[in-house]
């Protein structure tokens, strides 16, 4: 059988059987119709033309076998004449009988399936005239549980439940950014090792993984950081925060997020991270080489993958745990493939040459543990699905007949991902929900606050988001004790968070209820930082005396846009500046134009000026 290339089309039934077919094929393919076969090319194929005329062609159809007629319609309500095997394999399990060989895998005979394709082409006027009986594919779908299993091949799962957390995570980060404790790359923008540290102080029950001991000389079986790693990137790439020297400093954006629920915040960021270019989860996978080499110039678009995986999160059910290998099938039975590199080849494992991705199975790993990483590095950290893993050593082994893996503990850090759960907060991210309904916060009883206005801790130690918090909103006066003050009340306020924050913080944390004086300060403060209002910008006016100041202040046609401010001047709001001074000329008075002062030249200013003279003369 002639090659028949992707980007070829074939127009008619004629067309594939006289160009794309052979005479020893056509004979092949002749058999199925039980007539008798000429020996003219062109004969045999009438008698194939004339087998799939008109009626016939329904009754060829019906008699293929299920997911041989599945293969047939598959194409022909798609946009494409193509037939993509993967994907057919993705949804159905296993491809469509196209013939047999003989035991040495020659002399190919083929099914009666070879009527619709040629060379995976079915011509356009044939799927034209079976788009009229065929009836529309199942939806591809998939499995998913509604309680998880104890364990994964006898290993414990650990779950993770990323709705909450996420939430107090990403105040918590803001808080250290706000506080000057995140340090990042100039050129990489990634996270420092001691800033690596610090987040994982403030990540609740830590980042995925422990720090283990290494047990063997082999390999480090250590996943390394996940979250602490992501968190900084992606408030980064949401303009939450930006690079002011080493340090990372809040924007805008990044104080008002401060003050807006989380929530709200997480699906900007979401959206945000989407399109961002700021790295590429691939290079965090350290055993494949060439990335920043020749195999940088075949990597597709970071969007286009994580729009694929985005879509089809959307496409899942929420609420329902979906093994991470039934999802990676699912991205392709959907519909909504990608792939890492357009050529493998530049990729490769420890040596270039026999390492290579290129090989055969290679281009699946690296699209597997493309999308293991999307899904625990940035999905998991904000929020949108819950987890539950296993240690990534020996957890898959699917890369096993790859050359060069032989010492590889582990392909990825996130080869452990073995199940998945979107959230609702995912569901509002992923726009399935147009609402989100944050939980109550988490109850802890670990602080006391005192009538005196002390907050200490009790019990075990205190989370370092809660110190954040509590160096946020108080004075610390010792290692375990903070006090309440009302100037730092003001600042939180000012700053565009409501006392309410402050309220719900102390009562969540608090063993006892908060005491009378407590809630008095905080009602204060509120109604304090509601009593005083910015009405914008002025200019203020000098009179000359005191009874020219009150003749213009009480006088009809001035007094509605200017004010008294002490017995000689009168202020002027900016937006009634134009209409001040033309009442002010109809009282037969006006501004002179020397009554605002012009600053005072500096020093050095006055130093260069007068060196300018000196060489002029």
Not at 165 to 175: D, F, H, K, P, T
């Amino acid at each position: 059988m002639a090659r028949c290339y992707f980007d070829d089309k074939i127009p008619t039934l004629e067309d594939a059987l006289s160009i794309h077919m052979t005479a020893d094929d056509l004979k092949k393919l002749a058999k199925h119709t039980g007539k008798k076969i000429p020996t003219r090319k062109s004969d045999i194929a009438a008698v194939i033309q004339r087998h799939l005329d008109g009626d016939r062609l329904e009754s060829v159809w019906r008699g293929l076998d299920d997911l041989q007629r599945a293969a047939v319609a598959e194409v022909v309500h798609s946009s494409s004449t193509h037939f993509f095997a993967d994907r057919f394999a993705a949804k159905y399990g296993r491809g469509p009988v196209w013939g047999s060989t003989d035991k040495w895998g020659h002399r190919r005979e083929p099914s009666p399936l070879g009527f619709f394709f040629y060379g995976g082409v079915m011509p356009d006027d044939l799927k034209e005239r079976l788009k009229a009986f065929m009836p529309e594919p199942a939806t591809a779908k998939i499995k998913t549980r509604p309680e998880l299993p104890a364990s994964h091949d006898e290993i414990p799962l650990a779950v993770h439940q990323r709705e909450s957390a996420a939430q107090q995570e990403l105040l918590s980060v803001l808080r250290l950014i706000d506080s000057g404790k995140i340090c990042v790359s100039d050129k990489t923008r990634r996270p420092s090792a001691a800033t690596i540290k610090t987040i994982t102080d403030i990540l609740e029950g830590g980042d995925f993984y422990p720090v283990l001991p290494v047990k063997s000389t082999w390999g480090d079986e250590n996943a390394g950081p996940i979250r602490a790693f992501a968190w900084p990137l992606i408030v980064q790439a949401g303009g939450l925060a930006q690079l002011a020297g080493s340090k990372l400093q809040l924007t805008k954006a990044g104080r008002k997020a401060l003050s807006q629920p989380a929530s709200q915040t997480l699906r900007r960021l979401w959206t945000k991270w989407i399109d961002t270019t700021l790295v590429d989860e691939l290079s965090r996978i350290d055993c494949v080489k060439g990335q920043t080499g020749r195999g940088k110039r075949g990597l597709t678009a970071v969007s286009s993958r994580r729009d694929a995986i985005a879509d089809t999160l959307a496409d899942s059910p929420a609420g329902s745990w979906i093994l991470a290998d039934d999802f990676y099938r699912f991205v392709w039975a959907s519909g909504n493939s990608f792939e890492v590199s357009r050529n493998g080849w530049d990729l490769y494992i420890c040596e270039k040459h026999y390492g290579s991705l290129g090989y055969e199975g290679g281009d699946k790993v690296l699209n597997e543990r493309y999308l293991l990483a999307f899904l625990l590095e940035y999905a998991a950290t904000l929020g949108v699905i819950d987890v539950a893993l296993v240690p990534p050593a020996g957890a898959r082994s699917n890369y096993h007949n790859l050359w060069g893996t032989d010492e590889l503990v582990y392909f990825s850090r996130y080869d452990g991902l073995m199940y998945f759960r979107i959230t609702a907060l995912g569901a509002y991210c992923l726009d399935l929900e147009a609402v989100f309904e944050p939980a109550p916060l988490e109850t802890k009883a670990v602080l006391r606050v005192l009538p005196n206005f002390e907050i200490t801790a009790i019990g075990g130690e205190l989370d370092q988001g809660d110190r954040i918090a509590l160096d946020t909103y108080a004075i610390q006066v010792s290692d375990l004790v903070w006090r309440l003050d009302q100037p730092k009340l003001l600042a939180v306020v000012e700053e565009g968070r409501p006392i309410d924050e402050v309220r719900d913080f102390l009562t969540a944390r608090s063993s006892v209820t908060i005491p009378d004086t407590v809630a008095r300060l905080l009602d204060d403060v509120a109604e304090r930082s509601t009593k005083i209002h910015d009405q914008g910008l002025a200019r203020l006016v000098e009179c000359a005396d005191p009874a020219l100041a009150a003749l213009i202040a009480n006088d009809s046609r001035t007094r509605k846009h200017c004010m008294s401010a002490g017995e000689r001047h009168l202020v002027v709001p900016s937006s009634s500046e134009t209409a001040f001074k033309r009442a002010l000329r109809e009282v037969g008075y006006l501004v002179a134009m020397d009554s605002v002062k012009a600053a005072k030249p500096s020093r050095k200013a006055q130093v260069k000026k007068s060196s300018s003279r000196s060489v002029g003369t």
